[in-house]
């Protein structure tokens, strides 16, 4: 069965993928001018202007913030490093709520320095998530946990699958009150044979976002090779089916990290692509 293209109202620019060329300002400028109604700021580019200027700007444009990357990187190895790990994180919790972001996207992290012991980057991540979790709620900030694919396990982060995810939250959320849940980024988790399951069992209350780009064959660079949607090989239609299936009414993110290709193009060409794209490809 041949699926509808998407709502081009849907469309929504992870500031990652212009990364290079533009400020923060130019790509808020930028989705307004080709009518992008989506954004999903770094911190690093928030930082440049402060969260309560970005959220001016940001709703001055008319933009809804689909997320703030990101939070996270949980195990570390003392109590020094772990507390610091929360207090950027609480910092990260206020600039979401600042933005009214839709949510606050969390890796993991992985395996703390010198250590083999993944079970407890593990637990760390559990419990440190826990601790997050009461004040990102009280702040009205849904945390949404983005697994990554196995190849970053050891650096970036340690929580590789939809249900592993899921399991977090069924630990620490058992209400399901919509406070945690998941960021689907197509990127990481195209590959799982139990992807679909994986969306269904989160259902709405835990879809909290939705990463589109595209897997490149052959990838060339572990982290910033990515494809644009449609130059590679994940069926983007069928998965945002699912998505759909599952409840999930949110924006579709485009986050490219392309150091040989897109991020050495004029943004406004790239954005000119991504929207068209949008509608051919996913
Ligand atoms: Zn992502």
Redesign the pocket.
Known sequence: MKIPPPDSGLLSLNTATVREKWSLREVIQGCARHGIRGISPWRDKLAEVGAKEAAKLIRDHGLKVTGLCRGGMFPVADRKGRQAALDDNLRAVEEAATLGARCL?LVAGGLPAGSKDLAGAREMVRDGLGELLDRARAAGVPLAI?PLHPMYCADRACINTLAQALDLCDQLDSGKGGALGV?V?V?HIWWDPQLRQGIERAGDKRLLAF?ICDWLVPTTDLLNDRGMMGDGVIDLPRIRSWMEAAGYRGFHEV?IFSAKNWWKREPDDVLSVVKRRHQECC
Do not use: K, P, S
Request: charged fraction near 45%.
């Open positions: 996207v983005e960021a980024d990127y990463h986050e």
